[in-house]
């Protein structure tokens, strides 16, 4: 493991507004409907990418990432089976959810991608790399939900104890129908960012239409609910003897792997990040202050450069790959959402990342 890289700041294009959605469309792969958002590169060289959402996220999860890429990326951006514009699974397990992504890949005719996957779809992309390394070129982890079990460290504790209540489904709906859009889109985005305060208004509109969205699909809530099952059960066998073990999936991956981590992260420990990178045997590591669970949507600019730099390291053109180190406080308020400017920790790689007990707080359906 050694700390990220990044490319100068002029060498990714600006974020000018707030970059609409990307278009998508619906793709019928094994008797089931798969939604898809792709960015259209900039560039003829511009090679095929993935990026996969987390637990109650969708593929707008990815706009600014992908922008801010589209000069080095072919990008799709799908939503996992049952969330987004997707149609609902039969099994939400973790090694379910990774087939799925695997079948999208080889449907598709273009891997080797770069694939990207922020909580529950880092989970998802780790399997994918650790088990078909013929198909992914680069990894690229925020915040992976990769197992912890100190339940004070997440948010997400608290919904916990209703995955052993019969039918709790049906509570779940009752509790959610309770709950209007608007509220629910700012319990989110409460959870997942440092400062939800100043994300823009039109990223606010599309959350709350995206929830609206859920609550007239009858299947989201046992979705949500079988996936968090499904990746709480990983995060127990994980601590068993077995191939299968979430982190001995992670000490077989060869590709060239950036993972990147929020010190503010109230829903996976930010130990985690670390505990990942130490396993990979080709790993960067980027830890950033003022910055949450989603990294990507929060200081996309300061994500997008630790990406290109690793692409460039990757590159068949072998351009200077020095960069600047990622040790020292970078950026500008401009580079993300956050009333204070993210900051790259000074820290060692392989430095111990700690944090204090996560405050009890609202619903928050995301991971």
């Known amino acids: 493991m050694k700390r990220a890289r990044l490319v100068p700041a002029s060498d990714r294009p600006p ?9 998508g469309e619906h793709v019928w792969v094994d008797g089931s409907a798969t939604y898809v958002r792709r960015t259209p590169p900039t560039s003829v060289d511009a090679e095929p990418a993935l990026y996969v959402h987390g637990l109650g996220g969708s593929s707008l999860n990815w706009t600014d990432l992908a922008y801010l890429l589209r000069d080095r990326l072919d990008g799709e951006a799908v939503d996992l089976p049952g969330f987004g514009l997707s149609d609902p699974a039969r099994s939400y397990a973790i090694p379910a959810m990774a ?3 695997i079948r999208w890949i080889e449907h598709s005719g273009r891997g080797p991608v770069h694939l990207f996957g922020n909580s529950l779809g880092g989970a998802i992309t780790v399997r994918v790399a650790g088990t078909r390394p013929d198909l992914v070129r680069t990894l690229t982890l925020v915040s992976p939900a990769m197992p912890f079990m100190d339940p004070r460290r997440s948010m997400q504790a608290r919904l916990l104890p209703l995955l052993l209540v019969p039918r709790v489904e049906r509570l779940a709906a009752r509790r959610l129908a309770a709950i209007s859009p608007e509220v629910l889109a700012q319990q989110v985005m409460s959870a997942c960012f440092a400062d939800p305060t100043v994300v823009p208004e039109q990223r606010v509109l599309e959350a709350v239409a995206e929830i609206s969205r859920r609550y007239e699909a009858p299947w989201f809530v046992d979705a949500y609910l079988r996936t968090l099952r499904g990746l709480v059960g990983s995060f127990l066998r994980s601590y068993l003897p077995g191939p299968n073990s979430m982190w001995r999936v992670a000490e077989r991956i060869t ?3 950036l993972v990147i981590t929020g010190r503010q992260d109230k829903l996976v420990d930010v130990r985690v990040a670390p505990a990942v990178a130490k396993l990979i045997a080709d790993s960067r590591l980027l830890v950033l202050d003022n910055v949450g669970h989603v990294a990507q949507m929060e200081c996309p600019l300061l994500v997008a450069r630790a990406a290109a730099h690793m692409l460039d390291e990757v590159s068949p053109k072998a351009p200077d790959t020095s ?12 580079d993300a959402c956050g009333a204070e400017p993210p900051k790259v920790v000074n820290e060692a790689a392989g430095a111990a990342v700690t944090g ?3 405050e009890p707080g609202a619903f928050a359906p995301t991971l």
Do not use: H, K, M
């Open 99 to 101: 087939d799925r992504i």
């Open 255 to 257: 590709a060239p792997t």
């Open 356 to 358: 204090g007990p996560v």
């Open 323 to 334: 960069g600047e180190l990622a040790s020292r406080p970078v950026g500008t308020y401009g």
């Open 15 to 23: 974020l000018e507004g707030v970059v609409p959605a990307w278009p």
